[in-house]
């Protein structure tokens, strides 16, 4: 807490350090023309007033007087304001890159803090586990308990890093996916009885029509459908349902996950598939994850020309919707 409050202040006093600085940019610009100006006024000022007295004036003279004036002052607005119009776009540059290194800044350590979290949990259940079945004589019902709790901990674990391994290589651009005819509907149905035996205790409700086929990477469809499966997990309470469908209408094939929990903001909707993104309320913070599940789902149906969205589930929870084209 005193280290978060230490760098919420740091910040607050870089960015006040900028904003004067810059105020005081744009004042002395602003006093650079306004002393320029004034100078040109006495020049032509002093210029008229050189012309001799008693004698006829001269009204071309004094025109031309008058009218280089008149072009001065335009070169100096002109002038004036491409300097002011550099400095704020520079400003503006500068301070959102600025506010954009800090914040994928605290992204990455709330990141850090959650994997940690996320990797650490698994490995001490495991361990605890194993060293039960090790040190203790259990019943064979017990026995198979703790296995299947300890084979759940590791495809936890299995799913975390191949999703920290994908977003690496993404970012790298080290990645290619691989196209093939899927039949979209096994593929769906086998990560439906996955989730059905990792959480018995949780209500799943199928609406899967069946041999609809795809050209797609079939690991990369199978990581995203697991991960919005595992959200809406993560993101309901647990005697709700959580329903998969997937359809064909014509020439468009829809996917659905659909979950019961407390909704998504509609400010937040724009903001979920970002990277390392979480949502800061408190069933969010409570829940487990990283922040790079729904980044990924997005990432990979773009790469298989699709598009994902999220709407409103009635009368409470999300859905999300996948529509691949045909």
């Not at 520079?90 to 290194?101: C, D, N």
């Not at 079945?133 to 590791?154: C, D, M, P, V």
């Not at 593929?187 to 209500?203: E, G, W």
Request: proline share 2%; aromatic share 10%; charged share 20%.
């Amino acid at each position: 807490m005193p280290f978060s409050f230490y760098k919420t202040n740091r910040l607050r006093i870089i960015f006040l350090v900028y904003w004067v600085l810059l105020a005081y940019i744009i004042a002395a610009l602003v006093w650079w023309f306004i002393a320029l100006n004034r100078q040109n006024v006495q020049m032509a000022s002093f210029e008229i007033s050189q012309l001799k007295i008693g004698e006829p004036s001269n009204p071309q003279q004094l025109t031309e007087i008058l009218a280089i004036k008149k072009r001065k002052t335009a070169q100096y607005i002109g002038e004036g304001a491409i300097f002011l119009l550099l400095i704020l776009s520079g400003a503006v540059f500068i301070y959102r890159a600025v506010r954009g290194q800090f914040k994928s800044g605290q992204d990455q350590q709330n990141f850090m803090m959650a994997i940690t979290h996320e990797l650490k949990t698994p490995i001490a259940i495991t361990k605890l586990n194993l060293e039960t079945l090790l040190k203790r004589k259990l019943e064979e019902s017990q026995q198979q308990r703790l296995i299947q709790n300890t084979i759940q901990e590791a495809n936890r674990l299995n799913a975390l890093c191949n999703n920290m391994l994908l977003a690496s290589q993404m970012e790298a651009g080290g990645h290619r996916i691989t196209k093939e005819e899927i039949n979209l509907s096994e593929l769906t149905v086998a990560c439906v009885k996955d989730f059905i035996i990792r959480y018995p205790q949780r209500i799943f409700q199928e609406e899967i029509v069946g041999d609809i086929y795809i050209t797609g990477d079939s690991f990369l469809l199978q990581m995203a459908i697991n991960n919005l499966i595992d959200n809406a997990i993560k993101y309901s309470p647990k005697n709700s349902v959580i329903s998969i469908l997937l359809y064909q209408q014509q020439r468009v094939i829809t996917l659905v996950i659909r979950d019961q929990g407390k909704g998504i903001e509609p400010a937040e909707k724009k903001k979920i598939f970002d990277k390392f993104y979480r949502i800061g309320n408190k069933a969010t913070k409570e829940a487990k994850g990283t922040g790079l599940g729904l980044y990924l789902t997005k990432k990979i149906v773009q790469q298989h020309d699709a598009t994902i969205f999220v709407g409103d589930n009635a009368p409470t929870g999300s859905d999300f919707t996948i529509l691949f084209k045909v």
